[in-house]
């Protein structure tokens, strides 16, 4: 729904924006694959696991989210 609001808003940081949703995925897919072949270490991958998610997510939101935010309420 987002996407749709950038894109007809003609937020011209789409493309890197969803490249960063993109990154976002392929890191929890690996973080996921550790876990499975995890030979015993699943505190420090679950701590890093923590640590990057409270990282990304809140400076996502906080700077990434907000500089849209002009684009689409036009739309």
């Known amino acids: 729904m987002k996407k749709k609001k ?3 808003g003609a937020y011209p940081d789409l493309d890197a924006h969803m490249r960063q949703h993109d990154e976002f995925r392929d890191w929890l897919q ?29 400076a996502h939101i906080l700077y990434a ?4 935010k002009g ?5």
């Not at 684009?71 to 739309?75: M, N």
């Open 71 to 75: 684009y689409i309420q036009k739309v």
């Open 30 to 58: 690996s973080a996921k694959e550790s876990f499975r072949t995890s030979d015993g270490a699943l505190g420090a991958i679950g701590q890093n696991i923590h640590d990057f998610l409270k990282s990304w997510l809140l």
């Open 65 to 68: 989210d907000q500089a849209y």
């Open 6 to 8: 950038m894109k007809a």
